[in-house]
T-cell receptor, first 115, second 113 residues
Framework: DAGVTQSPTHLIKTRGQQVTLRCSPK?????VSWYQQALGQGPQFIFQ???????QRGNFPDRFSGHQYPNYSSELNVNALLLGDSALYLC??????????????FGPGTRLTVL | GNSVTQMEGPVTLSEEAFLTINCTYT??????LFWYVQYPGEGLQLLLK?????DKGSNKGFEATYRKETTSFHLEKGSVQVSDSAVYFC????????????FGQGTILTVHP
């Protein structure tokens, strides 16, 4: 059973560019959440997608947007990159229709470096 | 809003020592509480959880008890191993933050042989 997968593993961009990160949830999961983890910090919630809709959003600007596809996979897009966007971006999946609605399984993350 | 506070780190111990990592939280309603572990270069793995007051979560020798009266969820292990070296995160979900995990800042644990 494949767990949560993310691509790419690492990414280097320059200020002002745009980036797309991808996530495939664990088999059987229908909900995807994205987190930003700055170096030495705990993950910060960006947003959550369920049934292809943004269900909840954290304190992140509109430069951060996302999408969920019918197969439950998801993308995180960041426009107009800033140096401060450099971080590990984590995707987590969960099953809202089952009992473990708060148990989220994390992928290995995408390390984004903005120069 | 919800928040989680972990003890200041890092923590350095010798193998077979007793481990405690303190975690306190602020939340409305009745959140679920979690400990996640992050090994170098990897994502987060769920270590244990508790969903209601007085529940004890346990896994791989680690334990934590949901204490509503003290709003705490301290992580303990009786005898640590070198392989336990990692970053440990306390987190909560539910209450008014349905579906969203709120994390503490993390505690780096290093265990020496």
């Amino acid at each position: 059973d494949a767990g949560v997968t993310q691509s790419p593993t690492h990414l280097i961009k320059t200020r002002g560019q745009q980036v797309t990160l991808r996530c495939s949830p664990k088999s059987g999961h229908d909900t995807v959440s994205w987190y930003q983890q700055a170096l030495g910090q705990g993950p910060q919630f960006i947003f959550q997608y369920y049934e292809e809709e943004e269900r909840q959003r954290g304190n992140f600007p509109d430069r951060f947007s996302g999408h969920q596809y019918p197969n439950y996979s998801s993308e995180l897009n960041v426009n107009a990159l800033l140096l401060g966007d450099s971080a590990l971006y984590l995707c987590a999946s969960s099953d809202l229709s089952g009992q473990g609605i708060n148990e989220q399984f994390f992928g290995p993350g995408t390390r984004l470096t903005v120069l | 809003g919800n928040s989680v506070t972990q003890m200041e780190g890092p923590v350095t111990l010798s193998e077979e020592a007793f481990l405690t990592i303190n975690c306190t939280y602020t939340a409305t309603g009745y959140p679920s509480l979690f400990w996640y572990v992050q090994y170098p270069g990897e994502g987060l793995q769920l270590l244990l959880k508790a969903t209601k007051a007085d529940d004890k979560g346990s896994n791989k020798g680690f334990e934590a008890t949901y204490r509503k009266e003290t709003t705490s969820f301290h992580l303990e292990k009786g005898s640590v191993q070198v392989s336990d070296s990692a970053v440990y995160f306390c987190a909560l979900a539910g209450g008014t933050s349905y579906g969203k995990l709120t994390f503490g800042q993390g505690t780096i644990l290093t265990v020496h042989p």
